[in-house]
């Protein structure tokens, strides 16, 4: 599971992963009797730390119950993701052939305390496939992405295996336990999704 270190700091609160250009976001909390404050998307701060420019066009939410499982998915935008109530854990997978980094997987786990000194916030490039796995719910998970939805190129979109046996990826639900989308449940391996690009 991913823990931010010193050397990995490319900015104040900014860390890199061992995936290309997916960035973790610790935000400080300002506490006191009321509860807390806290700033999830500083633009300012995003494009330092990416290196460009980026215009946020559209907020989502997903709220999801226990054993909920969404993804993996890779669309056609950028996106900052912040889970701000209930526990998940995030699986993300490089699906970008070109990157040095590949078919690696990164492991988050969220699990936000009103009491906690920060919140979490992960930039999820275009080509990285990103998941939620519902521990503990209910989950509302904020994300905000630079294309309109409506705009954006569906080429990009990708639904990766949540099963792929390349992957292996470990999910802290049992399989028969997730409740998935029809989409999810029926998507394809990386190795079926390379194959359709030729």
Do not use: C
């Amino acid at each position: 599971m991913y823990q931010p270190a010193a050397d990995q700091a490319v900015a104040p609160g900014v860390f890199r992963t061992k995936i290309k250009d997916l960035l973790y976001f610790k935000h400080q909390k300002f506490l006191d009797d009321r509860g807390y404050f806290t700033n999830i998307t500083n633009l300012k701060a995003l494009e330092k730390a990416i290196g460009k420019r980026i215009e946020i066009k559209q907020i989502n939410l997903a709220y999801s119950n226990n054993n909920v499982v969404r993804g993996l998915h890779a669309e056609g935008w950028n996106k900052l993701t912040t889970v701000l109530f209930g526990q998940g854990m995030s699986a993300l997978v490089d699906i970008r052939p070109d990157s040095p980094s590949f078919k690696q997987v990164e492991y988050f786990l969220f699990e936000p305390q009103p009491a906690d000194e920060f919140h979490v916030s992960l930039y999820v490039p275009m080509g990285v496939a990103n998941s939620i796995a519902v521990i503990k719910g209910p989950l509302l998970y904020h994300y905000a992405v630079d294309t309109f939805y409506d705009e954006r190129d569906p080429a990009g979109d990708k639904a990766l295996s949540l099963f792929d046996p390349e992957l292996n990826i470990q999910w802290p639900i049992e399989r028969e336990k997730m409740i998935l989308s029809r989409r999810d449940a029926d998507s394809a391996t990386l190795r079926e999704l390379l194959e359709q690009r030729k």
